[in-house]
């Protein structure tokens, strides 16, 4: 049994102590922290009373735990990251992998320096079931080459936290990871640019919202992509993938039509955590799986520095205007596949 510390203790933190504690097999939390003492015991509380710690580098230095999962806010997860590589403890952390190219490098390095695979990004969508069926369709030839993809990624609402850039860094930074995954192993992308239609009346002051991001790869397939975070109708994810020989949808969940007062309808997602809520556990799964076989699957450490790079060329597209390149300088052969 993967005994697994916790690190971070909000939202998803909670989503997955349930999920590790209750669903998957393989895996239990002994330990969980949080900097706000009573966010860790409310966390502790939901999974039947575990340790409770509110230093992060003495949840890893414990004997007890084997695995470190790290949920706090991206921008703090690079120091639970270098201390459970440094403790040999294999970690599962919330995307991004940190909020900077620099930081994830630092990452990089350490891991390629301790000689062993121990970090994964949960970048779910590689775990999706419907982006599974896509990748396979484009991988089967059958469509012929892809050459557009036309992508929505749209949220009810956002809190007033949420800034321009978050666009970049919290949201399109998963088609950022899965797109070139899903069109084809070696795919990067090569530039990229942001362009600001008017702004809806529903985003809060100083939001630039919904962002048009073009996306081009190095092998020529263009993304255009609507980050729309305040649209008012639900969790709404969409991928057209236009090939040669054909077009390809990206499935969406699917709900009941129903029929009433002249008008079809069928529902859309609330939220992300409903929307992916079981390719949170495939892949959660899949990261206690590989722990046990001292392995990682989904995304690589390498694979999170690669996102940070192209969301600051993405940022930097933001305030130039223009198009910008994204430089990652080739994967180390520790990554290579
Ligand atoms: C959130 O963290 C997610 O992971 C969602 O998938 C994304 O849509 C949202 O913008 C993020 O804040």
Not at 88 to 111: N, Y
Not at 203 to 226: F, R, W, Y
Not at 313 to 329: D, F, N, P
């Amino acid at each position: 049994m993967l005994k697994v510390g916790i690190v971070g203790c909000g939202m998803i933190g909670k989503e997955h102590a349930k999920r590790i504690q209750y669903k998957i097999m393989g895996a239990e939390v002994v330990a969980v922290c949080d900097v706000f003492e009573a966010g860790a015991k409310a966390a502790s509380d939901l999974i039947g009373g575990v340790k409770i710690y509110t230093d992060a580098d003495a949840l890893i230095a414990d004997p007890e735990v084997d695995a470190v999962v790290v949920t706090t806010p991206g921008n703090f997860h690079k120091n639970p990251i270098l201390s459970a590589i440094k403790a040999g403890k294999p970690v599962f952390t919330e995307k991004p992998l940190t909020t900077t190219a620099a930081d994830c490098k630092e990452i990089v390095d350490a891991e390629m320096a301790s000689g062993k695979h121990l970090v994964q990004v949960g970048f779910m969508r590689r775990y999706d079931r419907g982006y599974n069926q896509v990748r396979e369709l484009i991988q089967s030839g059958e469509f012929g080459k892809p050459m557009i993809l036309k992508c929505t990624h749209r949220a009810e609402s956002v809190d007033d936290s949420y800034t321009t850039e978050m666009a970049v860094t919290d949201t399109a930074i998963h088609e950022i990871d899965v797109l070139p995954w899903l069109i084809g192993d070696g795919e990067e992308w090569d530039e990229v640019q942001c362009l600001f239609p008017r702004t809806t009346k529903n985003a809060h002051e100083g939001l630039a919202d919904p962002q048009v991001m073009i996306m081009k790869t190095k092998s020529g397939v263009i993304c255009v992509l609507e980050v729309n975070v305040n649209c008012g109708f639900g969790y709404d994810i969409n991928c057209e993938v236009v090939c040669e020989d054909g077009v390809i949808n990206l499935p969406c969940p699917s709900f009941p039509t129903t029929r009433k007062n002249f008008e079809v309808a069928t529902a859309i997602e609330k939220n992300w955590i409903l929307r992916f809520i079981d390719s949170y556990d495939v892949e959660l799964q899949d990261w206690v799986d590989n722990v046990a076989k001292g392995t990682t699957g989904g995304s690589s450490a390498w694979d999170g520095y690669v996102a940070a790079v192209t969301a600051d060329a993405l940022v930097a597209a933001q305030k130039s205007g223009k198009i910008e390149k994204v430089v990652t300088g080739g994967t180390p052969d520790f990554y290579k596949k």
